[in-house]
């Protein structure tokens, strides 16, 4: 532990650690490696050696939004805000029910010293995106389900620091897409004007869904699964974009992209059934699908509305594609 930086992560870790576990412990190593895909901020796998011999795996994530990669400035606001939201995620909602998320060991919140340090329990190297294994998809889809029924009923107390999505919410994508539109190709700029001229009318009944804890952004880059772990497989991870929203969200956010129409329906209706047992609350699959229609073309529309340019042509293409398959499954799904 030869650098500063690297001094300060232990001292910060081992405080954290003595407090959870309620003695003093003491780091004797610390190796960090920096992981090597791209991520939104910069993260860290440590290796952490205590006193007594015990080895003890690390996920550090850097929450400063300066350390945010390039791609990810672009697209996503510098906002501390954000930073600040994951970490009251672990530290508020997640202290008591942790829904398998991974366990917070240590946090450093210094702004006016740049330094904003999150330790967690490194669930592992598998995420959901990597998994061939479609079991895998289906009891994701259950485990948000179950979540999104345990938080339902959540006191403001706990979660009153995140966002709404309201009715200026909604009507704020509707802004940001038609600020794009002029730098879009014609086809391209006809076919996101008869989108925002589909999506406008379903505003206020959007506004209107009841919102809950959501994750905000379920995808399954964002989904690691424990190795060699049952009832503890799924550990939902990056919450800075956790809101207050319709909780059909999730669902379209895990959903969306290379599934086809039966293999939506079997993650759709896992999520459905695993919805009313865990509530007992009665849905109706046809009302079920149709808030997943709506809230599928907001979903799609929004990442338009993030588009940072023409530099940034092969993303909006992406983007421009899930409209388009938003369009042909979610609105022929009932």
């Not at 849905?283 to 699908?289: E, G, K, N, S």
Request: net charge neutral; hydrophobic share 40%.
């Amino acid at each position: 532990m030869e650098d500063g930086a690297t001094r300060a992560m232990a001292e910060t870790l081992q405080e954290g650690l003595s407090q959870l576990r309620g003695r003093a412990l003491r780091i004797v190593e610390l190796v960090r490696h920096p992981l090597e895909k791209p991520s939104s901020f910069h993260c860290e796998r440590l290796r952490v050696l205590l006193g007594g011999g015990e080895q003890l795996p690390v996920f550090f994530k850097d929450l400063n939004p300066q350390n945010q990669s390039e791609e990810t400035r672009r697209i996503r606001r510098a906002d501390i805000s954000l930073s600040r939201r994951e970490l009251l995620m672990y530290r508020s909602v997640f202290a008591r029910e942790r829904f398998g998320t991974p366990q917070l060991y240590a946090f450093r919140w210094e702004p006016s010293r740049a330094i904003l340090w999150l330790f967690l329990e490194d669930a592992g190297l598998l995420t959901l995106n990597n998994s061939g294994d479609f079991t895998h998809w289906v009891e994701t889809a259950k485990w948000a389900a179950r979540f999104h029924a345990a938080v339902r009923h959540f006191p403001t107390s706990r979660i009153g620091f995140l966002p709404q999505f309201d009715r200026s919410h909604y009507w704020d994508c509707v802004k940001r897409v038609q600020s794009k539109l002029p730098e879009l190709s014609s086809d391209d700029r006809a076919f996101v004007y008869q989108s925002l001229e589909d999506y406008i009318p379903l505003i206020e009944w959007l506004s209107g869904l009841p919102r809950t804890l959501i994750h905000g952004e379920m995808f399954p880059s964002n989904i690691v699964l424990r190795a060699g772990a049952h009832e503890r497989l799924i550990a939902a991870v990056d919450w800075e974009s956790a809101a207050i929203g319709p909780h059909m969200l999730d669902v379209v956010s895990l959903t969306s992209g290379m599934w086809n129409v039966e293999q939506r329906r079997i993650l759709w209706r896992n999520y459905f059934d695993q919805y009313q047992l865990a509530t007992g609350v009665e849905l109706d699959w046809d009302a079920f699908t149709r808030e997943l229609g709506g809230i599928a073309l907001y979903h799609a529309l929004s990442w338009i509305a993030r588009w940072p340019g023409r530099n940034f042509a092969p993303q909006l293409q992406g983007w421009i594609a899930e409209l388009k398959s938003v369009m042909k499954y979610y609105f022929l799904a009932g």
